[in-house]
């Protein structure tokens, strides 16, 4: 098969979206998390907010303004000399949009359902299409003024990797000649008390592979790439996607299904364990999760391969994290250095060894793959190779 690109990316999350700004933090470990009760009707709780201000949505129709949207257009302009090069070059029928999220613009709504509950009656201006999962793929299709294949995944914390997935699928099979393609989820309060009413989330930043890990935090972020044939300086070299349907929230316990994934991605990449230079984890810090990843890894790994989980840098950010971890590989491939894993050093003695990165590390790095575990045992890891 010929090999697929990312040609250009962008990131926004609580760690920011300056490329050296995202570097330093993930080196030296700086938690960027602030405590919060906007979301969350019980105690404070860290959230991966982003701070930045976000655009105004270049488009009038109501169903467009959500916050999810505007994410969206925020991280798209700083790629969007690329875009434009490929709009042109390739034309816009033959640009397609896919966007991994899992609650679209439903904030935007839940201001409007409680002024509803308040008053008996929908305020003016609200539009049920804003929190409907294919509104952000329609909206970036809409403003970019492109006409390619057009739409959302949501299978929940691995869909923003699946997006990039179908993207590769979508350029070999001829259907496009590029892509843009990532995961956009903001915050809303739906995500929060959902986890909560989990018992899933936890009051301090999240602590993966501990033995006092005791759940999530939540945040958002947009993740968007440039996917091509064009060859550039990363390429999207291996995709392994497994379901193992074991339960609608919990994780298989053996792995087999993490394992399957693994396996399958190396061999899409052509290349054993040994060549994986820096393993971005799932590791959400809930018990089951990390238990089984880190069986998982252990068996496909062993206890040497370099490897960190991010979140207690952004927060758990759902239906972006496949494509926003992905795009902190793409960085730490380029920018030659290793995100440090940041956690209380307290490990747990049920857990096998893996070889979690605990210090700054500057090191020139061929191979990343990053992990997504979603509920109900959809699982993908993604691959990516420094060309040069």
């Known amino acids: 098969m010929e090999p697929c690109f990312l040609n250009s990316m962008a990131m926004m999350s ?4 300056h490329p050296d700004d995202i570097k330093q933090r993930l080196l030296h470990g700086n938690p960027v998390l602030d405590l919060s009760q906007d979301y969350h009707s019980g105690p404070p709780l860290p959230i991966g907010r982003i701070q930045e ?28 000399p690329d875009i434009k090069a490929a709009i042109n070059q390739y034309g816009k029928h ?7 999220t899992s609650t679209s613009g439903i904030s935007d709504s839940e201001v409007y359902l409680r002024e509803h509950a308040e ?4 305020p003016a201006g609200f539009d049920y299409r804003m929190q409907e999962m294919g509104a952000t793929a329609r909206f970036l299709a809409v403003a970019l003024g492109t006409c390619g294949p057009t739409f959302s995944i949501s299978t929940a914390c691995s869909s923003g990797a699946k997006a990039l997935a179908s993207a590769r699928r979508l350029i070999r099979s001829g259907i496009c000649d590029a892509v843009i393609a990532g995961g956009v989820d903001t915050l809303c309060q739906l995500t929060v008390q959902g986890f ?10 999240c602590n993966p592979f501990s033995e006092n890990r005791n759940g999530i935090n939540i945040g958002e972020a ?6 091509s044939k064009e060859k550039s300086a990363i390429e999207l070299a291996g995709v392994g996607e497994s379901s193992d349907a074991h339960h609608i929230s919990a994780p298989d316990p ?4 993490a394992i399957r994934c693994m396996l ?3 061999k899409d990449a052509n290349i054993d364990s040994q060549a994986i230079n820096y393993l971005n984890l799932h590791g959400t810090a809930t018990q089951l999760n990390d238990q089984m990843e880190s069986k998982a890894v252990s068996e496909v790994f062993g206890a040497n391969t370099p490897c960190s989980s991010t979140k207690p840098f952004t927060g758990h950010t759902l239906g972006a994290a496949g494509a926003l971890e992905a795009a902190i590989c793409w960085l730490s491939l380029t920018e030659s250095f290793i995100p440090k894993h940041l956690w209380d050093g307290c490990q747990d003695p049920n857990l096998p060894n893996i070889g979690l990165s605990e210090g700054a590390q500057h090191s020139s790095i061929s191979y990343a793959l990053s992990n997504s575990f979603a509920f109900g045992g959809n699982n993908i890891s993604l691959i990516l190779r420094k060309t040069s």
């Open 222 to 227: 947009g993740a968007l790439f440039l996917v």
């Open 254 to 257: 053996s792995g087999a299904g």
């Open 53 to 80: 201000t976000l655009p105004e949505i270049p488009l009038d129709d109501a169903k467009y303004q959500s916050r999810n949207n505007q994410l969206a257009w925020a991280v798209a302009q700083k790629i969007m």
């Open 94 to 100: 033959r640009i397609g949009v896919i966007i991994g």
């Open 196 to 205: 909560a009413s989990l018992e899933a989330v936890s009051e301090q930043q």
């Open 14 to 17: 609580a760690l920011g979206s």
């Open 264 to 266: 399958a991605c190396l």
């Open 119 to 122: 008053s008996g009656e929908m």
